[in-house]
């Protein structure tokens, strides 16, 4: 047996095409959606998805604007964020990461107005979203909730195992696997019985950025794994946190990397910042405010 191909291609079309719906109607009011990408490194592979982001923006008729900070200090990223903030043109923040060491992330983050947190890096919004309350989660956690509901992966009742528990995936997708039934499994470095929980699981996420952590001894042939680790092993090639070879041939369905999760991420970052501007334009509607002040 071969398991199913969960690739992120077919999913980041659709969420394109729901984009242009809502490109299409901000057009309408003349309003241009605009997401602002605060980037302080000069690593390259770090510009090379930066550029990625701004190629899916352009082609979907949306704004980005890259504000190139590499040598910016505390204190010039805390201004330009604040500075972002007051923009009533700019509907979506990204504070793209890796940052300086001279840095504290933290604080920046928690600058970030939570309305224009596109991708979900305030504190903030990972409180709303874990109350049930209108937020933006991180992108890539997202990305994982529209690949198994793009294939109709049933999540209701189903036992769902998170490998990991970061901020940025483990923890968001947690609460958003919650909001759809889904009973939920969290597991990390200390859990100690975690082929045990895996087994048993109809979904096994790995987030965890550990190449090969999850092998064919801790699946079952009914398991559906997505894969959300991206390693670069010692010759340069790009793998996942799961041990492909051994897995696939014996779990239903499976995300491959590359080609999975991340091929969904870009999409909804340029997703989420069109409907932070569809949400500003509502709300100018709501309060009967004139049209130049809606843009």
Not at 49 to 72: M, P, T
Not at 256 to 282: D, K, M, R, S, Y
Request: hydrophobic share 45%; glycine share 8%; proline share 4%.
């Amino acid at each position: 047996m071969t398991a199913k191909r969960l690739a992120g291609q077919p999913v980041a079309v659709a969420i394109r095409e729901r984009t242009g719906q809502l490109v299409s109607r901000l057009s309408s009011e003349g309003i241009t959606a605009r997401v602002a990408v605060v980037l302080a490194t000069d690593n390259e592979a770090t510009a090379w998805y930066v550029r990625s982001i701004e190629r899916a923006a352009e082609q979907l008729g949306v704004h980005c604007q890259v504000l190139d900070l590499a040598s910016g200090t505390q204190s010039e990223l805390a201004q330009t964020i604040r500075a972002l903030n007051a923009d009533e043109t700019v509907h979506g923040i990204i504070l793209q990461t890796p940052l300086p060491e001279s840095v504290d992330p933290a604080a920046l983050v928690q600058l970030i107005d939570p309305a224009k947190d596109i991708d979900g890096a305030n504190p903030l919004s990972l409180g709303r979203l874990s109350v049930g309350q209108p937020a933006f989660a991180p992108a890539t956690a997202r990305s994982v909730i529209e690949i198994l509901e793009h294939y109709q992966i049933p999540l209701a009742g189903e036992h769902v195992a998170v490998v990991g528990r970061s901020a940025v995936v483990g923890k968001p997708l947690a609460q958003l696997l919650l909001q759809r039934d889904a009973t939920v499994s969290i597991c990390h470095s200390r859990t100690t019985n975690l082929a045990e929980i895996t087994k048993a699981a109809a979904v096994t996420v790995v987030a965890v950025g550990r190449a090969n952590l999850l092998t064919g001894n801790e699946v079952s042939d009914s398991s559906v794994v997505i894969d959300v680790g991206t390693n670069v092993t010692e010759d340069g090639q790009l793998v996942g946190d799961v041990h492909a070879e051994s897995v696939q041939t014996l779990v239903r369905a499976m995300s491959p990397v590359p080609g999975g999760v991340g091929t969904v991420t870009t999409a909804l970052l340029i997703l989420h910042a069109t409907q932070a501007a569809v949400a500003v334009l509502e709300d100018a509607s709501l309060r009967g405010a004139p049209m130049a002040a809606r843009r």
